[in-house]
């Protein structure tokens, strides 16, 4: 009887822990329209791509996708308030029926009709991301960080620049090969 009320007080301890949101894997930090602009540009984004933006905060890398070529996007984020932000901000732009915004954790998101994936997540994050980004998407697919790469695995260009508040930035590019890296 009081190994069954210890185990019966222990799941009621936990029960709050248990129900709590997830915490973010990065702070919110929006990311300058003018680095949204040359993220998309460097990845080459055009009206066939599917963009995904993994810890996508309020919206504007797959917003601006569909209003700059009509991409199609999934914002993928793990605050619920962000969603909602995001939900609103694409009925602002009028690109509602483009983009979809999903309320997930990026490391167990299914991103493999992805064409595109932005991130701005820290490194170990990103190395996180890798084996299942690598394992998901299809050859061709680009990958597009801001700030922080990707470990060991060595990008095919690497783009240096001041943004429009003078802040320097660095943009790395990957694609899908088919190989799956640890």
């Known amino acids: 009887m009081v190994r069954l009320l210890t185990a019966v007080a222990l799941v009621a301890l936990a029960m709050p822990v248990l129900t709590q949101a997830p915490v973010p894997r990065a ?15 460097l990845a080459k984004v ?36 962000r969603i909602a932000e995001s939900e609103d901000n694409a009925r602002r732009a009028g690109v509602e029926r483009l983009v979809t915004f999903k309320l997930q954790d990026a490391l167990t998101t299914d991103v493999s009709d992805a ?8 490194s170990a994050i990103n190395v996180k991301l890798r084996p299942i980004l690598t394992r998901q998407l299809r050859p061709g697919a680009r ?37 799956v890296r640890p």
Do not use: C, N
């Open 27 to 41: 702070p919110f930090v929006p990311t300058p329209p003018d680095v949204v602009e040359r993220m998309l540009a």
């Open 46 to 81: 055009t009206s066939t791509d599917v963009v995904y933006d993994l810890g996508s905060g309020d919206g504007r890398i797959v917003i601006a996708a569909a209003q700059k070529v009509g991409a199609r996007g999934v914002g993928v984020d793990i605050e619920p308030a």
């Open 115 to 122: 064409t595109v994936i932005t991130l701005y997540m820290l």
């Open 143 to 179: 990958i597009v960080s801001h700030s922080f790469a990707m470990g060991d695995w060595e990008p095919e260009h690497v783009e240096t620049f001041r943004d429009a508040a003078g802040t320097l930035r660095t943009l790395y590019l990957w694609t899908a090969d088919g190989k």
